[in-house]
């Protein structure tokens, strides 16, 4: 059986995606951005409604994720909740002010 520190730690994926998108926006390694030989970000082929499209993905997915019951994620007392919520925040403002 799954336990609600198992799912938890399976969302920061989701988590660590939004944060880095809403750092590095085309240039994060998520939306295909890449390093060049200098140390310089370089944007990726994504398009910013693709971005914006991944993100939203990623905010549905932590807002399920927190509404689970078995295993009861949604009763459950655990600190990366709070990350969870704070992705969802971020990645909904980073759509409205890249829309």
């Known amino acids: 059986m799954t336990t609600v ?6 969302a920061m994926d989701s ?3 939004t944060n880095d ?16 030989a200098d ?3 370089v ?14 993905r990623n905010v549905d997915h932590l807002k399920i994720i927190l509404e689970y019951t078995d295993p009861n994620v949604k009763g459950s007392s655990n600190s990366k ?3 969870c919520t704070t992705a969802i925040a971020t990645g909904t403002t980073y759509i409205t002010e890249n829309s």
């Open 5 to 10: 520190t198992e799912v938890l730690t399976a």
């Open 15 to 17: 988590v660590t995606l």
């Open 21 to 36: 998108i809403n750092t590095n926006g085309n240039k994060s390694k998520y939306a295909g951005g890449t390093t060049d």
């Open 39 to 41: 140390g310089n970000s």
């Open 43 to 56: 944007a990726g082929d994504m398009s910013q409604a693709e971005i914006n499209e991944m993100v939203q």
């Open 81 to 83: 909740k709070t990350d």
